[in-house]
């Protein structure tokens, strides 16, 4: 829809292009304009970028020590995801790098824009991430937390992102943004609710952690340690790998010991998703998934893509995923995988297949040992590519499952269980301080 800007408004921000002026973003610029609000950096000890890259090259990193945050580790909630790289102590004092304290919000500001919490000290953060230091007396980080995960919130900062090669957002624009005047008692209200959320989605991924251990001490499974001798491959052994990568044949050159397994294809039916064609994207109706939302824990409800309810009846008989399935990566991030603990009604893209039991298979079984190294390790043996991994769905099939006892199995079973409760649990309190802002 075509509307008028005045022309004493494109003074604001140095910016002239009609993103920055889009209904959509103006919509949540007003609605915090109406009511009473303050700017973020009246409400903060400091809004503080991470040093330059040239402070923190590869060669700065150690196995231990103090842990520095990039954007892969946030996911709008915590900071812990993915592989945390450190630093040493004594590099932070030398180069004077910021350390965070618990409850700093960092955000990423380069590429895809989420945020995270910090909850221990102890850490520092990459050129790419912002901290907020919230003035706690005034405004509660958890609260913070939850406003940005707002469409208020995001798309505020949204706005602010200035798209190049890789979209980036300025710390004085953060520092700009809009937070709604509410009483210090809500604050606080929707802060724990977040704090009880975050709680119990670390219960859930420790619960995760120790069915992983359950099932490292039953196959006596030992990772892959780059610390191999030199082995000598021959030139067939190549041609009929179609692989020349160093990787592929350390990984390929371990030792484990003699682990009973099943193909993943004897166990389960694998049916590929579709590909609709960016024709068929809508701005809302039926779910739409791709790898991009897959996550072991669940769905990630960011960057949702929507199809007409006709495209959806068309294909949902061959490309809807049911409770009790796994929806597994395999272009992309191949390896991620999923357990569908709830109904869904939506379809899946072409780089997610979905793997079906019958009753015989436990597929929490099968989901932890798919996310577990045992599989990993063949995962990433088997994949292809550089700049777009992927994985062959005769690899899907071929991918080992280790057999354990019943009773472990069933142990495993109930410790995967209780994880996704817990954690669904968290998504649900977390959804539930979203809802108190009342807009």
Request: charged share 25%; hydrophobic share 40%; glycine share 6%.
């Amino acid at each position: 829809m075509t509307h008028l800007v005045n022309f004493s408004n494109l003074r604001v921000g140095n910016r002239f292009d009609a993103e920055f002026f889009s209904l959509k973003f103006l919509k949540a610029l007003n609605k915090l304009k109406n009511k009473n609000s303050t700017r973020l950096h009246d409400l903060c000890e400091f809004i503080r970028v991470g040093p330059s890259g040239e402070v923190l090259p590869a060669s700065a990193y150690v196995s231990s020590g103090v842990k520095m945050y990039k954007p892969s580790n946030l996911n709008s909630w915590t900071c812990e995801n993915g592989t945390i790289t450190y630093v040493s102590a004594d590099y932070c004092r030398e180069k004077k790098l910021l350390l965070c304290r618990a409850g700093d919000v960092l955000l990423a500001r380069v590429g895809d824009i989420k945020f995270g919490i910090v909850q221990n000290n102890n850490s520092t953060i990459s050129s790419n991430l912002v901290v907020i230091r919230t003035r706690k007396e005034l405004l509660d980080p958890y609260f913070l937390l939850a406003f940005l995960n707002q469409e208020e919130g995001y798309d505020q900062i949204m706005r602010g992102s200035k798209r190049v090669s890789l979209a980036s957002v300025a710390t004085s624009h953060i520092a700009e943004i809009f937070i709604p005047a509410v009483s210090f008692l809500k604050q606080k209200k929707i802060g724990n609710l977040v704090r009880k959320g975050l709680e119990s989605q670390e219960r859930a991924k420790m619960l995760f952690v120790k069915a992983q251990a359950v099932l490292q001490r039953a196959i006596k499974f030992q990772s892959f340690k780059k610390n191999q001798s030199t082995k000598i491959f021959h030139l067939n052994e190549l041609r009929q790998a179609q692989r020349a990568d160093a990787e592929f044949y350390l990984l390929k050159s371990t030792q484990q010991n003699q682990i009973k397994e099943i193909s993943l294809g004897e166990i389960a039916k694998i049916f590929r998703g579709i590909e609709p064609g960016r024709g068929e994207y809508k701005t809302s109706g039926k779910l739409f998934l791709r790898a991009s939302n897959i996550d072991k824990f669940g769905l990630i409800d960011k960057s949702q893509k929507f199809i007409s309810s006709q495209f959806y009846e068309k294909f949902s008989k061959k490309y809807q995923p049911d409770v009790g399935d796994i929806l597994f990566v395999k272009d992309g991030k191949p390896g991620v995988a999923c357990l569908l603990t709830e109904p869904l009604t939506g379809l899946i893209s072409g780089s997610i297949v979905r793997l079906s039991f019958d009753q015989s298979v436990s597929a929490r079984y099968v989901f932890l040992c798919i996310n577990s190294p045992f599989c990993q390790q063949q995962i990433l043996i088997d994949k292809d590519g550089s700049l777009q991994p992927h994985l062959k769905v005769e690899r899907i099939e071929k991918l080992k499952i280790p057999i354990v006892e019943k009773e472990i199995e069933e142990q495993i079973s109930e410790l995967i269980k209780s994880s996704y409760i817990n954690f669904n649990e968290g998504k649900r309190l977390l959804q539930e301080a979203k809802n108190l802002f009342n807009w």
